[in-house]
Structure formats: structure tokens, C-alpha cells
């Protein structure tokens, strides 16, 4: 048996991440059952050579293979990677051999094995750090995984038996017959009574084939086993045969094919865990059912989030005591992604617990008694129940004689359908919500977990029954008196979770998968609704995972932004508060599916803090603390809004600012009652593709000469003098961009504008706004605040440029008013950045704004706006240049702790392997007063810091050296952490947790 301890000693390997096989059984080798179960049959002699598994945040990241044991054998690894990319959860295999590590990329694929190493020599100090964090060669085309590729042989066969001439719920049927006899004859589980080995792939070719099978299948585990309507599977096409017969054929002698095609037959199922099939069940709703899918408002969830939900909240229930006998309730199950997460969880935390493993009679307990599942959708519940059956199975110890195998019927007792996805009255299409769950539920879980539908409930029949039960247990919760919450445009998803109060018992657990909106959104009484749930239930932890919304692997096909939450289901007690998470897109660690989550460097949030102030965690999200401490200020200042100053100016109509508005809406196929344009007819219209000019000149527009439009909007918005903004900020320019009308001017919903006129000084005041508008001032407080930009769109609403501060025309002082027309007319004669860099030093002198605080604005924009070429920047490798500022900078900030007791502050950077390391090392350190710290060689390396950082998946580490008065730190090397506003929070951190190693005692 090869020594593992050296991965640890020349690789860097974390000891807590090595798991070995072929020792003692333990609750750790659960998740790998299918690759250490099998140790006689034909992945024996294959599967033997594996010596463990290396783990990171809880997830394999490599497979490792004695080397011994292949003696060169090329093909035998190759078979051993594709055994491991069937699983679709690990980017890499290692093979040990002579004290050395090789590294192979695992894909699906037909490369001969040497075609697959990765080049690592250079990373060997730090290997494992450097894979988890860099991913070199990790990243796998989407239709390479082993659940898409499942989910495409499944959508083409479910297709097949539909085409055949059978309905939906027979075709999930038959063909989850076929993949549970699939299951078990790869597993070695048929019996020669039913089939001999060699022939097990053909037990669905023919009608009586087909219908003893199933007899068999209905006798052995249940006699309402996916229910199939009379006559089936005797009486069927001899096309829907074939369908089944493809799913059933595998390689011959159960021996895998040299080479690789997307077919059945070079499937080994023994290998495929549960969750992979139940992911591509999910899949599957999700693309051929989207009709229902859309009803239902439902998102497939990938298993690495439903894993996150699962472990993060038994981790909770563990420290009570109470994660093995935990109850769990998921109210709308789906394929069963989560709550099979959980059955696995369940079965190691009852390992854990008792010393024993849970054997067939315990496994029948935790599924029977312990899992509950609620869903609207027949089809789902089948494969809900389809991935349990198989779940229970992969997880027993033995599981032979298959007679002890047989299962209850799930359904009244683990799955219930509640509703009708067709009905057209009543309540039947709420689901969960719906009067179908009972009082029999209130308070008997321990944990209620899950991924809700978030859209598709508006103007669903019976709506009013959801408010009613969200407002009597808002009123249970908060008093008699408390206002019916709001469920903004009835979004589901935050109805769930309000019910899940209701589910869980008191002191239990939710954790969910919701839209982002419940965090950000500051329109149509989102603020009110979030304040009611964070006034109501205890939340602990919030993962936001808005920045990985788009072009990454962490959740494909989900545009919406997303978050996972974590709650205690009490009242928050006094002074409660919240870990939130922002992971950002990383895209090395993206494209793979892999998101950090870092606890350490989390904000803590209170519960007050979210009800009081509604964009907190929006500047949190797109800033820093440094950001909040600013806006707080400027909010001290008492300034206006725009809209306030605009209903100031012009007065209001209908509880709207007058003169102001974004424009006419063209017509469009819903148009029922056109309006007439008539008023619009020969004005210059603003037609111009992308970027406006400062100045419009309106003898170079077109007229205006639509005749009826779908809103043409009131004919004060387009005087002149007028201002009007784009929508959507040029990402080249970083900027809210607007530009000044002289004369009257049409403009569409693309465009919002602000006329002057009738005021006094309109056409200097429409400059004025212009200039502000443009500062990035003013785009710095969209990103930090609004609910939607860098949220949802990269637009900015009308709403979100009304609520900027502005500083009253009528303030400023003469000088203030006589810069106004120049700078005005430098900028439109030379729109660049110099022009433009005059215009923000004018606006922040104006708003009183010091040199840090222009610091911190600048630092935010350049790395935390939602475009493209921002957030290529943000992940950028920081420079020397940028590294030396930075230290410049800590050491300024330290400087005057240490003048305090007579001490020097230095900041000395450590490099490790150029173009290596994920992290930058500094080491900070005092001198003076007789001490002087040893030289950095003379201590701690920086593998050593290194492999610290990657232990805890921090962004940043602090290490103390007290012996020599030092701290050292590791930084990730990516640019968005170098700022000079990062380095003044680090020395805030310092300040705050060193200062006694530092300076060697506590500065007041």
C-alpha cells in the first residue's frame, strides 16, 4: 500500500482532505460506494488499484491511483478514468508511483491516457493548493458531463416511447423500469431465475419479456412501483421495445468499450451515482415539459448546490445533537436532487452517531420515517421515487437477497402529491401552498430544504388562500397587529418560504435556493416583504451567488441571480446577525462548477441593520465597508434626490415628478387600444445607436412620423431644454451617459428624460444635471444601491437615477454655477477622460468628498461593475506595480499605531514560484525598541501560509508570528484584492485582531 502522507509533505495536500480506501469502512466512504463497493465483479480488478480520494470544500477534486498496482498498464488507467468521469464530480486522477505524483485531466472522452496529463512540475510545493484553486485543464464543454449526457439518452428515449404511442406518465414508467434493471444488472443484482448474466440486456426486448420483468420488479420492491396503466408493457408498439432494449444494452461481458460515444452501451451504470440520474430527471422536467416547468416556476438544482444546503444545514442540527434523527421536509421535490442529498447525509450522520452503519432495516427507517416530499408534478414524484428506491439500494452494505429489498409505497407516507398543474379553479394549482397540505405537517421537521419554484404564480386561482396563510403566520409571529406582509408580483418562492415557518418545528432549520430579488430588490414592496422575513425568522447565513448568474458553470441554464439561505426558525433574539457570502466569479474554478465559499472573510449582516437600512446588502455585494461608511455620510448630508429635487422644481401629477419620465412605447403584438402620436408628428426623434453625443444636434435627427404608438406619454417630458439619459451605461465609458436637448425632442422607452423648461436658468441647469449624471459619483451610487443594476441587467432604471442625491442648483455659489458652461463645453469638444476626470473632482468637491473617499469610489467601479471588461479586470493576476502601492499604502495606514510605542511597520512581500501560487504572501512586521524580526527566510515559508489559505478555501488568511512581532498574510493574486482601499482594510483588520503580536499589546 503506497504512503499517502507524502502528498502532504513534497505536495501540499491538506491532511483533513485525504480520505483513504481500503481501510476501515467510516461514514467519509459513503459518497464514494460505488467505487469501494465493488471489489469482486468486473470493476474489481480495476477499482482495487484506487488508493483514496483527495477532497476540497468538501467535494473530490482528485482520485488517486497506485501506481504500483498498474505497472505501466496504460489501458487499465484509462479504464479507471473513464470509471471516475462516469461519476462527473472530480477534474482529476493522480497515479503515485516512486514517490512521485502524475496528474491526469478526467473527461469523457477517446484521448489515449498520456494525452491527458497535466503539466504540474513547477506547482509541486503547492500542488494541491494550485490544482483546487487554478483548475488547470478543468474546465469540461457542458455536453461532456455525465448528467447532461444522461439527460440527452433519456430525452431521446423518453421521445421515442411518447412517439411510440404512450403517454408521459407511461413512458417515465417504462423507462425508469428499464434504468432501475439497468441499475442492478450492472451491479451484478439479477437473478439467473429472471436472467442469466449474459443476458440481462435484453429483459425489456419483447412483450413477454417486457411484462416479466416488470412482475418481478413489482413482486421484489413494490407492488405500486411506477404505476403503469392496464395493459402495459404487454400490449406496446415494437418501436417503444427497442427504445427499452437500448437502455438496457451495455458493453459485452460488462467490460468497457476502448473507445467513447454518447450511447447506452458505453454506460456503466455501477458507477453512476444516484444523484447523477436525479439531476438529469430534473433536466429532463426542465426541457421537454417546459410548459409545466414554467407553470411551476421551477429550476433544476445542480447537485453541488443541493449539497451545499444539505451538509451547511445538519452541520447546525449536528452541533443540537440532532442531525441523524433529523426530519426533512422538501416542499417541492422535484427529481428528489435534495432530498436523496439528504437520505446519503442522513445515513452518515446515523453512522456517525451510533458507531454502526445503518444496514437494510435502518435504511428502510430513515427513508419511511425521517424524508418527506411534496410536489404538484405526477412525473416528478415518479422519478422522486425512482432515485429514493435506487438511493436506498446503492447505500445498503448488502444487499442481497434482494427479497429483503422490498419497499413500502412511498406515496401518503414519503411523497404526496398536492394539486393539479391543469386545474383551472380552486386552489389545486398552488401545490404546497395550497389547502392540500395539512395541519398534520405544521412543526414536524427538524429541517425543511429545498429549491422553490420563484416565478410562475401570478394570477394562479386561489392566491388569496397564500396571502391569508402568510399573513396569519406573520401575525402568529410578529403580534396581532403586524400588516400583511407583501409578496411582491406573488413570487412562490417567498411564499414557500414563509410556510417552511410553519413546517419546520421551533428552533429547526430552512435552507433554501431563492432569487436574489428577496436581497436586493428595492421596487413594488420588495423592502417591506424582506423586512417582515427578516423580522420573523432568524437568519443565519446568506450565500449570494448573484455574480455567478451568467456564463458560468455553477448553476448552467439559470440567468436569474440566486442565493442560498440558511435560517434558524425562532425570532431573531437581540443583536442577531448573519454571515454573508459573496462568492465572485473566478472563472478557472467557475468553469469547472466549482463557486469559493469563504466563511472567514464573510460580512456579518444584523437583522437590523437589513430591516433599517434596504440596500445594505447590495453595497455589500458590489462594495466594501468602505463604501457603506461613505454612503452613510453622504446620506448625513440631508441631500435631495433627484426625484425629490425634480417634484421641488416642477411640481407633481398623479404622485409623479412632472417634466420627467422615460419615453413613448411603440406598438406592439399585445396592443389592444393604440394611442394617438398626433402631438409627436415632425419633432426630431432620438434614434441614434450607441453613444449619444453630449450636445444633440437635432438637425441631424429624423422626424418623428408614427401615427399611433402603444404609449405616447405626456408632451412635457419632451421640451427643451431637456436632458435624456440612456438606459444602459457604454461599459467602455463606465459612466451613466446623458446628453442635453435644446429644443423639443421625441425619444423612446430606451430613454428617460428631465425637460428644464420654464425654469429660469434651464438651459444651465440641464448641464448641470448632464455633468452630475455623468460623474462617477453618480454611477457609483447606482451600483452600491440600486435592486437591478449589476443584480439582474447591467441597465439602469429611471427609478434607480431618480433616488442619486443631488446637490440643489440653487446651492451652489457663483464659482460653482461659473464652471458649469466650461466644463460642460470641454467635455462635449473632448469626450475623454481627462475632461471627464475635472468634471468628478468638481462633483466630489461639491459633495464634500475627500481624497480616500474618491479612492474608494474608484476602486469599486474599476473591479465591481457587472461588464464584461470589468470583471476580466477584477480576476487579472495583480501586478508588481500594483502589489508595491499596495503595501505603500498598509504600511501608511499602520504607521501611526506604531509611532504610538516608537515601532517601524513594514510590510515585506514573499514570492513564491512565479505564474505558481494563487496567493500573494506579505509579511507585516515591527522593529524598534531593541526588537528586530528575523528575516523572512529564517521563517514560515510561504507554502506553508500558502497551504493554510487553501485549507480554509480563504480569500485571505492572517497567520501570527508572535515570536518575532509578525503577522503574515496570504492574499489571492487577483487584482480586485490590491486596491489601496483593500490595504485600508486589512489595516483595519490587523488593527483589530494583531495589534497584541504586532506591537505587543492591545492599542486602545
Known sequence: MIDLNLLIDRYGANPAGLIRFGADDSPDLLPYTTLVAPRNGDAAADLNALAGVYEWQDNPLMFLVDGDMIDGDGARLGRIRRRIALRGDTPYLGVIEAGRLTVYRVALDSKPIEHSAVDLRSAAPV???????????????????????????????????IAAGLSDTDAISLGGRALFARFLGDRG?????????????????????AATTSTWLDATFNGDFLPLSPGRPERMPKAAFATLSDIMRRAPHGQLFLGWQERWDYLDFSQIPVGVLSQAYEGYLRTHRANDQKKQGGYYTPRPIAEVLVRGALVALRAEGRAHTARILDPAVGGGVFLITAFRQLVAEHWTATGVRPDTGALREILYNQLTGFDIDEAALRFAALGLYLCAIELDPRPEPLAKLRFEN?????????????ANEGDGRLGSLGSAVGIEHAGQYDLVVGNPPWTGARRIPGWSQVRDQVTRIARARLGPDYPAPPIPNEVPDLAFLWRAMDWARHDGRVAFALHARLLFQQGDGMPKARSAIFSALDVTGIVNGADLRRQ?????????????????????????????????????????????????????????????????????????????????????????????????????????????GNGYQRLRDSTKNPQSAACLIGLPELVIK?????????????????????????????????????????????????????????????????????????????????????????????????????????????????????????????????????????????????????????????????????????????????????????????????????NQALTAALQPWGNRLGLTVSVTQVSPSEGVGSWQVLRVSTSGSGHHPSSADDNLDWAQIIRLADRMAAVEILHPDPGNRSVWIARLRQRRYWSLSQARILAQRIIGEQTAILFGEVLP
Open 690 to 886: 450607441g453613444l449619444m453625443p453630449l450636445s444633440i444636434d437635432v438637425d441631424r435627427l429624423p422626424r418623428f412620423a408614427q401615427i399611433e404608438v402603444h404609449r405616447v406619454r405626456q408632451m412635457a417630458i419632451y421640451r427643451g431644454p431637456l436632458v435624456i439619459v440612456q438606459e444602459t451605461p457604454p461599459a467602455d465609458q463606465c459612466r451613466i451617459h446623458a446628453s442635453v436637448s435644446n429644443v423639443d425632442t421625441v425619444y423612446s422607452q430606451s430613454y428617460y428624460g428631465y425637460s428644464t423648461a420654464g425654469h429660469p436658468a434651464a438651459h444651465t441647469l440641464a448641464r448641470f444635471i448632464v455633468l452630475l449624471l455623468g460623474s462617477r459619483f453618480s454611477l457609483w451610487y447606482a451600483l452600491v444601491t440600486s435592486g437591478k443594476f449589476g443584480v439582474e441587467r447591467d441597465t439602469i432604471e429611471k427609478f434607480t437615477i431618480d433616488d442619486i442625491p443631488v446637490i440643489p442648483f440653487e446651492d451652489l455659489d457663483a464659482e460653482a454655477r461659473s464652471r458649469i458652461d466650461s466644463l460642460f463645453s470641454d467635455v462635449a469638444t473632448a469626450d475623454n477622460d481627462d475632461q471627464w476626470g475635472a468634471v468628478d473632482s468638481w462633483v466630489a468637491h461639491l459633495l464634500g468628498l475627500k481624497e480616500r473617499d474618491i479612492q474608494v469610489i474608484a476602486d469599486t467601479l474599476d473591479c465591481n461593475l457587472p461588464f464584461a471588461r470589468n470583471v476580466r479586470l477584477s480576476q487579472t493576476a495583480v501586478s508588481i506595480a500594483q502589489t508595491e502601492a499596495f
Open 552 to 660: 458560468t458553470n455553477v448553476w448552467p441554464t439559470v440567468s436569474a441571480p440566486f442565493c442560498l439561505l440558511f435560517a434558524r426558525n425562532r425570532l431573531p433574539p437581540p443583536g442577531a446577525g448573519f454571515r454573508f457570502l459573496n462568492p465572485r466569479q473566478e472563472q478557472a474554478q467557475n468553469d469547472a462548477g466549482v463557486m469559493r465559499i469563504d466563511p472567514t472573510n464573510a460580512e456579518a449582516v444584523s437583522a437590523c441593520q437589513v430591516i433599517g437600512r434596504p440596500t445594505i446588502l447590495k453595497t455589500l455585494f458590489r462594495g466594501t465597508r468602505l463604501d457603506l461608511e461613505l454612503l452613510e455620510r453622504i446620506e448625513a448630508k440631508g441631500l435631495p434626490t433627484l426625484d425629490q429635487y425634480w417634484r421641488h422644481l416642477f411640481g407633481e401629477e398623479r404622485h409623479r415628478a412632472r417634466q420627467t
Open 410 to 422: 412511498l406515496r401518503g407516507r414519503v411523497l404526496y402529491k398536492v394539486g393539479d398543474l391543469n
Open 127 to 161: 500542488l494541491f493548493p494550485y490544482l483546487a484553486n487554478e483548475r488547470p485543464r478543468a474546465a469540461i464543454a457542458r455536453r461532456q458531463w455525465i448528467s447532461e449526457l444522461i439527460l440527452r439518452l433519456l430525452k431521446d428515449a423518453l421521445h421515442e416511447l
Open 189 to 209: 443484482m439479477i437473478p439467473e431465475s429472471l436472467a442469466a448474466p449474459d443476458a440481462v440486456h435484453s429483459l425489456f426486448d419483447d412483450p413477454t419479456k
